[in-house]
């Protein structure tokens, strides 16, 4: 079993429409969450971190993570065609900082 | 340019020969991560090094792989004796400190290695 799970998409979208990210976990210990975008041929960039259950905003975008479920999810309001890319779901451990667990990656399309 | 830097972009092998896969860190960074990526794959961590120093290795294979990161110049990942299935795009990141308390994982444009 994939320690991180995401559907791979791709997942289409209007424009303005509310994107909806998910991804599943496999270890209990695991600690800290972050999503990271990655455009075709570029490499991933940060752009959230979760550390705590509950939902996490930055301008349009929100984290949700719930431990219990073991899952996190990542929402884009007002997508725009820019969105458009492969949205990495990585998890690190207890004890275990410098590892990051990579979700295969979501791909997203955002229609004009 | 402060952004960590990757060379080559691209490097054709024939099945045998060996690359090396350079990275310069992000100025003030000494925390340099190599991972892999296949396609339709996520990435994969390979190996964390400080300087001079190899951290955790647990994801490198046990032969053929190989990386360094010395106290003057840019860490290098090698592989010897290359096999197609070595065909992938590696990654390089730095960060300036624990990246798991921060996620600051700033990652390079990839070395994307083919194997023919």
């Known amino acids: 079993q994939k320690e991180v799970e995401q559907n791979s998409g791709p997942l289409s979208v209007p424009e303005g429409a509310i994107a909806s990210l998910n991804c599943t976990y496999s270890?209990?210990?695991?600690?800290?969450f972050f999503w990271y975008r990655q455009y075709s041929g570029k490499s991933p960039e940060l752009i959230m971190s979760?550390?705590?259950?509950g939902d996490k905003e930055d301008g349009r975008f929100t984290a949700q993570l719930n431990k219990a479920s073991q899952y996190v999810s990542l929402l884009i309001r007002d997508s725009q065609p820019s969105d458009s890319a492969t949205y990495l779901c990585?998890?690190?451990?207890?004890?275990?900082?410098?590892?990051?667990?990579f979700g295969s990656g979501t791909k997203l399309n955002v229609k004009p | 340019n402060a952004g960590v830097m990757q060379n080559p972009r691209h490097l054709v092998r024939r099945r045998g020969q060996e690359a090396r896969l350079r990275c310069s860190p992000m100025?003030?960074?000494?925390?340099v991560y190599w991972y892999r990526q296949l396609p339709e794959e996520g990435l994969k961590f390979m190996v964390y090094?400080?300087?001079?120093?190899?951290?955790?290795e647990s994801g490198m294979p046990k032969e053929r792989f190989s990386a360094e990161f010395p106290k003057e110049g840019p860490s290098i990942l090698r592989i010897q004796q290359v096999v197609r299935g070595d065909s992938a795009a590696y990654f390089c990141?730095?960060?300036?400190?624990?990246?798991?308390?921060?996620?600051?994982?700033?990652f390079g444009e990839g070395s994307r290695l083919t194997v023919l």
């Open positions: 990585a998890v690190t451990q207890l004890g275990d900082f410098n590892k990051f667990y």
């Open positions: 979760i550390y705590s259950n």
């Open positions: 990141a730095s960060s300036l400190g624990i990246t798991g308390e921060t996620g600051e994982l700033f």
């Open positions: 100025k003030g960074h000494s925390h």
């Open positions: 270890d209990r210990v695991s600690q800290s």
């Open positions: 090094l400080q300087k001079e120093n190899i951290i955790d």
